[in-house]
Each structure stands twice: as C-alpha cells, then as structure tokens.
C-alpha cells in the first residue's frame, strides 16, 4: 500500500523522471570504458615518449631501445601501436599510442607520409568492414582521434616537412601542433616563434583541429579555460617522469644548474594545458573523427565502389558485369561468415579445454 502511495505522489508531482537520462549514459558509459587513440608523430630526440609517459602518469615504453644514428639508416620506417588499460576512479581508458620512430631521419621523407596515411586508412577501413559485418555490437574502434605534431623548437618556424606532412594529412585526423622541448627557449622566443607557426599554418591553407566554442550557457570559469586553451595553441611543453623536491615539495621536472623546469607549473610550460585540452575535449576529438574524417573516408570509398561498379556494366556486358557485383558481395559474407565459424570454433575449443581443466582438478 505504501508503494502505491509513493507511486501515485510521484505521478501528481509533474516529475515524469527522464531528467535522470544522462544519469543512466554516465553509468552505461562508465561500465562500458572509453577508447582512444593518439598518433605522435615528429623527429627523433624531441622527447615524444617521455611527453606521453608523462601526461598519462605510465611507462608505455618499458623496453624500447633506443637505436644509434648507423642502425637508423639501415631501418625502414614502421608505426609501433602500444595500448595500456587506464583505470582512475572506476572510469577505464583503453589507449592506444601509435609511434612512428624514424620519421624524419632519412634523407627521402616521402614514404614516411605513406606509411603513415596507409595505416590511418587501414583503421578507417577496418572500421567501416566491422560496421557492415555481423559483429557490430563489439567494435573495437583503432581509428586515430588525434594526431601530436612536435615541431623542433631549434628552428625559426615549420620546416618543409613539417608543412608537407600536414598539407597530407589535416583532411584524414585532427592534428594539434606541439612545440617540444619549449624549455631551451626565453618566453619572448616561445612566443614570437608561435606567431611564427600559425602564420605559416594559415599561409599553407592547413586545418589543424579548432577548439569548440562554447555555448552561451556555460559558465564563466568554462568560458576563461577555453580561451586561455585557444590562445596556448601551438602548445610550447617539455615532459619528465622525475620526481624533484622544490621548497619541501615533490614536483616532476628538469633538473639545470640554474634551476628547476616544474613540467605541471603553468609559468614554465603548456603541458598543463595540454592535458587538459586532451582530456576535456577527449569526446569531441572522438565526434570530429567519426562526423569529418570517418564520414569524408567512407563515402569516398562508397563513391568509389559505385564508379567500380558503373565501369562494369557500361563495358557491354551488363549482365556478367551485375552478376560479377553479386559474386564479390556473395563472397564477402562467405568470408565475413567463415571469419565468424572460426571465432565460434576457436571459443569452444578454448572451452573444451577449460572443463577438461576444471574435471581433471576434481578427480
């Protein structure tokens, strides 16, 4: 009788209740864990992995040896994807961190943007086979959601291959231009040579990812971040994984003998504002990929497919050229269905196995 009352209370309140909706994605969402991937890309010695090592508080690279500059010239370029699992107040990150070690090193540079634009498609690619497949409720989504650029601080701007990888690759990912090892520079060079780079970003027609603009709801302090985020682009950083004591306190940073570089003091560095631009726009860099990059891919390669499929019939052969259509699809889901009796397969085995296990414990 109770219930009934606190039924009917509720009813007569004017609270219908779907206010608690974005409650109930939190929660899903939070069950479900997040994915994300970051491309670096950039010349050896600009300290990339320590950066990253950094703003994510874990070692992503336990065993990397670093080569000499005679094994560099015998190496050809190769993209190294490391994931690590992220857990920080029961939410979960699944990242993926997708080196490119050696770029820029050769004294040829074109394959390097190959490589790197065959693996950004290759992702776009997987992805759209798993959407159109029969597993659609369990894709792993590899697509790159941004791209680190390091931009030496030595120089007087961007050099040629700084723009010409760019130029290449601003319509495929969402590129956040970084400054690294922005400590050998006075705060006057950091910021003339800031200038620098977005005039030649503008001058060479290049997209490199817009912070949204915020609604005119949101709240002051919002508002002031967001601004300060704008203005700190190209981001100028430097990273470190040691620990130093300043004034009685623990802060990670670089030890000169003038002094310490605090990486988390805003007065040193962008790496602060770095971080929180990333994690703070984490599910628009996501949007933008899957609404820009993902959508210009996929209906490219529709587009194409279709063109493929004009040429056949208007070749004379109409007939043979529909039928050789439905025998590619035909043959795609015989694929895509044997590709799914093995994984059935493989699990019962693997099952199999287990209660063997399990039966030969108990007896």
């Keep these: 009788m109770s219930s009934e009352k606190q039924f009917s209370a509720m009813d007569t309140s004017g609270y219908v209740g779907f206010a608690n909706l974005p409650n109930q994605v939190h929660r899903k969402s939070v069950k479900k864990g997040f994915e994300f991937t970051l491309m670096i890309v950039g010349e050896s010695g600009l300290g990339k992995s320590t950066l990253v090592n950094s703003l994510f508080l874990t070692d992503l690279y336990p065993e990397r040896v670093v080569p000499d500059a005679v094994e560099r010239t015998k190496q050809s370029l190769k993209l190294d994807a490391s994931t690590v699992e ?25 394959n390097s943007f190959n490589n790197i634009l065959e693996y950004i498609d290759e992702q776009y690619e997987r992805y759209l086979r798993d959407e159109s497949g029969l597993n659609r409720r369990n894709i792993v989504d590899n697509r790159v959601h941004c ?25 495929k990912v969402n590129i956040v231009p970084v400054i690294a090892k922005s400590d050998v520079l006075t705060k006057k060079e950091v910021n003339r040579l800031k200038s620098r780079i977005l005039e030649e970003i503008k001058e060479n ?3 490199i990812y817009p912070l949204p603009d915020c609604d005119s709801d949101e709240d002051e302090d919002y508002k002031e971040q967001v601004r300060q985020l704008k203005e700190a682009v190209p981001f100028a ?17 670089r030890l000169y003998p003038w002094g310490v570089v605090e990486v988390e003091n805003p007065e040193h560095c962008d790496f602060i504002k770095l971080r929180t631009m990333l994690i703070t726009h984490m599910q628009d860099l996501q949007e933008v990929t899957q609404e820009v990059h993902y959508e210009n891919y996929r209906s490219e390669r529709l587009a194409k497919a279709s063109r493929n499929a004009n040429g056949k019939m208007a070749n004379g052969n109409g007939h043979l ?8 699809d035909t043959n795609e889901k015989d694929r895509i269905l044997k590709e799914k009796e093995a994984e059935l397969k493989r699990m019962q085995e693997m099952l199999a196995q287990m209660q063997a296990k399990i039966q030969a414990q108990q007896n």
């Design 321 to 328: 050229a529909k039928e050789e259509v439905f025998e590619d």
């Design 205 to 207: 027609g290049i997209k």
């Design 237 to 253: 950083v430097c990273g470190s994984t040691t620990l130093l004591e300043v004034k009685g306190k623990k802060v990670r940073g």
């Design 147 to 171: 791209c680190f650029y390091f931009i030496s601080p030595f120089g007087h701007g961007l050099k040629p291959l700084d723009i010409e990888f760019m130029k290449k690759l601003h319509q």
């Design 86 to 110: 992220i857990e920080e107040r029961g939410v979960k990150l699944r990242l993926t961190v997708v080196d490119v070690p050696g770029f820029g090193d050769a004294i040829d540079n074109s």
